[in-house]
């Protein structure tokens, strides 16, 4: 499965250097930096020893501790930032086997799927790791459905959000569940309307900051 799925991809696997920071960087550099090599884990160096790893949740566990998130900036809503994907979501359903899951997480350069039941309403969320994992595990065969699947578990616990929702409330919501990813969904019909993670947050920050090229004032702040 590694070898069939993972190949495809060979930039993200196969690194002539290592990315690194220094302890003295600011967290902005390190978000930069995770942003700009689009990695997921960044060591934190002093005189080419590590220290730490840095990754996006522990940078939203500081902000958790530290910062008060009392800014204007917060104030305004997901919708009115632009943060996160919309339109066109990609989705499965409870009769959709894992391997197509897999296949459409891959192929599109996605990390999970909502699942919608026959009338659009968000019922679970499967990410690519979820689905490799059951298959390293041999917990279920890659032929299996979504149904299959929850028919042993619990009840799959929703992070949700709403477009209309502040930057403020979405921090604080990934911030008290740990949550990397929230699905946007419409507040009375539940249907899928976006997906929002915790890289488009801190991607947004950077692209505020004037740090995210030279797209970045195009991208980043209110619409109007």
């Known amino acids: 499965i590694n070898a069939e799925?993972?190949?495809?991809?060979?930039?993200?696997?196969?690194?002539?250097?290592?990315?690194?920071?220094?302890?003295?960087?600011?967290?902005?550099?390190?978000?930069?930096?995770?942003?700009?090599?689009r990695i997921h884990r960044l060591p934190a160096l002093r005189g080419g020893n590590l220290l730490h790893i840095i990754s996006?949740?522990?940078?939203?566990?500081?902000?958790?501790?530290?910062?008060?998130?009392?800014?204007?900036?917060?104030?305004?809503?997901?919708?009115?930032?632009?943060?996160?994907?919309?339109?066109?979501i990609f989705t499965g359903t409870p009769q959709t086997p894992l391997h197509t899951l897999l296949e459409t997480c891959m192929s599109k350069q996605i990390a999970a799927l909502p699942i919608t039941d026959a009338e659009g309403v968000?019922?679970?969320?499967?990410?690519?790791?979820?689905?490799?994992?059951?298959?390293?595990?041999?917990?279920h065969s890659l032929d299996s459905t979504i149904s299959d699947v929850n028919a042993a578990a619990t009840t799959p616990q929703l992070f949700v959000c709403y477009a209309e929702d502040t930057l403020r409330a979405v921090l604080q919501h990934m911030m008290r569940t740990g949550a990397q990813r929230l699905v946007v969904i419409h507040r009375e019909t539940r249907h899928v309307e976006g997906?929002?993670?915790?890289?488009?947050?801190?991607?947004?920050?950077?692209?505020?900051?004037?740090?995210?090229?030279?797209?970045?004032?195009?991208?980043a702040g209110p619409s109007r």
């Open 56 to 88: 996006r949740p522990s940078v939203l566990g500081y902000f958790a501790a530290h910062y008060p998130l009392d800014g204007s900036i917060f104030s305004y809503s997901l919708r009115d930032l632009r943060i996160g994907t919309y339109g066109r």
């Open 122 to 139: 968000l019922v679970d969320v499967f990410s690519r790791y979820d689905v490799m994992h059951m298959a390293s595990e041999a917990e």
């Open 195 to 219: 997906l929002v993670s915790v890289g488009d947050v801190f991607n947004f920050f950077i692209q505020y900051s004037g740090m995210g090229g030279e797209h970045s004032s195009d991208s």
């Open 5 to 37: 799925y993972m190949g495809q991809r060979p930039t993200r696997m196969q690194r002539d250097t290592l990315i690194s920071c220094d302890v003295e960087d600011s967290l902005l550099e390190a978000l930069r930096l995770l942003h700009e090599h």
